[in-house]
Nanobody
């Protein structure tokens, strides 16, 4: 079992920034991928950014150059720094973990970009 606890998110104006964090605990001996997905109203859940096994990263085209993902292995924590936020970034953001125990999701947190 893996537990994911998210923090950060909220309301921000267009052009603003937010930082999200996700702390993993439990059976995290190895990781296939860990990162962030989001789901906007009426849309499917989509990948935002992730670390894959090793140090490679993967980003959605819509966030490249604006979002960065980082991690603190000692704390089993992954961060998502979101800059230059746009209205279309409004969604519920979910931390995601995939490893030998299976796929797990955080509780999700609303990020709203609004003026």
């Amino acid at each position: 079992q893996v537990q994911l606890v998210e923090s950060g998110g909220g309301l921000v104006q267009p052009g603003g920034s937010l930082r999200r964090s996700c702390v993993a605990s439990g059976s995290i001996f190895s990781i296939y991928s860990m990162g962030w997905y989001r789901q906007a109203p009426g849309k499917q859940r989509e990948l935002v950014a992730e670390f894959r096994s090793g140090a490679s990263t993967n980003f959605a085209d819509s966030v490249k150059g604006r979002f960065t993902i980082s991690r603190d292995n000692a704390k089993n924590t992954v961060y998502l720094q979101m800059n230059s936020l746009k209205f279309e970034d409004t969604a519920v953001y979910y931390c995601h973990f995939w490893g030998p125990p299976g796929r797990y999701w955080g509780q999700g947190t609303q990020v709203t970009v609004s003026s």
